[in-house]
């Protein structure tokens, strides 16, 4: 089969990354005490299975009736193995959105499953294609902030989707803490709607490994059946636990990465670039007579790592990070050298 292919993480940290959109702030500093008293804990004992202190703590969060609607995993990427592992089978099918995150299709060809794309309209909502049902559809992924648009599809419109499917819909809200609205409360009415998360972008904590499942109690007991015993470990559940109850240090990130990712956009589109608006934490952008490869290069050589993507049907682009104001600043810098000098 072949491989998926994670974005660049070069050594030695000469690079600024505004590749991964991977937060550039450190975590809040509640997460980094949590994680010192955890290590003086009890390391030799296996930790408790199901994460149940994060689990409480995050139904707490998220206004939900009790931990048993909270799945924890090893990354939210642990979470989708899960799901594509209990939903579809050996020559089943999975669908996904294009373009998108191409994660899904690696889960789908470890299952022995076929996956199917349906491409966006070009104003980046979905065809009917999408929404429609199929004899060997188990399951269908929407992320929501999508990558790499950062466009979103509305809640009304989500539910609209799992009521017309025959199977589970999973809204993958890697991004939404960046977003205007998430789905969350479309899981407590409908059981076929499933929310993914994951700790990477908006809390800072990509090194942690940690994500989780929003789903109807009886969903969540039968996908835990299929999980690693121990799949997440005392130090990363401690760590979560302390993020999601940092409610007012998470308020602050995204007001003043949104406020970034405003300017960025807006001086990009100055620059000439069509600019997506986006609801995440990067901006899709895309030149109309811009060597995208070229200009990538450009931001390497200078000491910047943006994402240069090209998507069959769309063409290429590049994928910007959020950075801090003083990152995002010099790479805008590098970005308007290239131009100029054209
Ligand atoms: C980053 C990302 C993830 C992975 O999250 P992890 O918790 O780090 O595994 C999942 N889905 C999307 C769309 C992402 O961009």
Redesign the pocket.
């Known amino acids: 089969m072949q491989a998926y292919t994670p974005g660049e993480q070069p050594r030695g940290g000469e690079l600024i990354k505004l590749n ?2 991977e937060n550039p702030f450190p975590p809040p500093p509640a997460v980094v005490k949590a994680i010192c008293d955890a290590a003086s804990g009890p390391l030799n004992r296996y930790p408790n299975p199901m994460a149940q202190s994060f689990r409480v703590a995050a139904a707490e969060a998220l206004g939900l009736p009790g931990p048993e609607w909270i799945l924890a995993g090893n ?4 979470i ?1 193995t899960i799901l594509v592992r209990g939903f579809v089978g050996e020559g089943e099918c999975l669908r996904l959105p294009h373009p ?2 191409i ?1 899904y299709r690696t889960l789908a060809d470890i299952q022995g499953a076929k996956w199917e794309q349906v491409s966006f309209e070009t104003d980046w909502s979905l065809p009917a294609a999408f929404s429609q049902s199929d004899e060997k559809l188990r399951l269908v992924l929407l ?1 929501n902030p999508n ?1 790499p648009s950062g466009t979103t599809i509305a809640p009304s419109e989500v539910e609209r989707i799992a009521n017309s499917l025959d199977c589970p819909l999973v809204v ?1 809200e ?2 939404v803490d960046f977003a205007n609205d998430n789905c969350v409360d479309l899981v407590k009415r409908n059981e076929r709607v499933l929310v ?1 998360r ?4 908006s809390y800072a904590l ?1 090194g942690i ?3 989780y499942l929003v789903a109807q109690p009886h969903v969540i007991a039968e996908l835990a059946k299929i999980k690693d015993s121990y799949n997440c470990d005392m130090i990363s559940i401690a760590a979560a636990t302390a993020a999601v109850q940092s409610k007012d240090w998470l308020a602050g990130i995204r007001t003043t990465m949104n406020a970034t990712r405003e300017r960025m956009s807006l001086r990009l589109s100055q620059l000439g670039f069509h600019v997506t608006p986006s609801q995440a934490n990067f901006v899709w952008c895309q030149h109309p007579d811009g060597n995208h490869q070229a200009i990538y290069e450009h931001c390497k050589a200078g000491g910047y790592l943006i994402r240069y993507m090209t998507y069959h049907g769309y063409g290429d682009g590049l994928r910007i990070s959020v950075g801090t104001d003083d990152q995002v600043d010099a790479c805008l810098q590098l970005i308007q050298q290239w131009l100029q000098a054209q």
């Open positions: 991964t959109n990354g939210s990427d642990e989708l998108s995150y994660l992320p990558s993958d890697a991004y993914t994951t700790l990477s972008k990509a490994r940690f994500g």
